[in-house]
């Protein structure tokens, strides 16, 4: 299952209690049709019919249904990098 960082949770939370994100809703991970392995993220108001939804400490997570298997091992961190932007990153998770 995946882990979520403390970090990431508090990120999570900080875009989802935004005024402009949707009541109740989440942070949704989908796999890009685009592009290959890659993922995106996305404020959603509710999962979709085939998502897994994650609750961790408070922080919503939709995960889609190929989205779940990919991540299923791994950890969500978020960091801020120099300029204040705040990026996600998935990585193995610690054994």
Request: no cysteine; proline share 6%; aromatic share 2%.
């Amino acid at each position: 299952m995946l882990t979520v960082t403390e970090n990431a949770v508090t990120e999570i939370r900080n875009l989802t209690d935004q005024p402009q994100a949707p009541e109740g809703g989440g942070v949704r991970i989908a796999t890009d049709p685009t592009t290959v392995g890659n993922l995106t993220l996305s404020l959603a108001a509710m999962p979709a019919e085939d998502d897994t939804v994650l609750d961790a400490d408070g922080a919503r997570l939709f995960l889609d249904s190929s989205t779940t298997t990919l991540l299923d091992d791994k950890t969500l961190d978020a960091v801020t990098d120099p300029s204040g932007q705040v990026q996600f990153a998935v990585a193995e998770q610690p054994t």
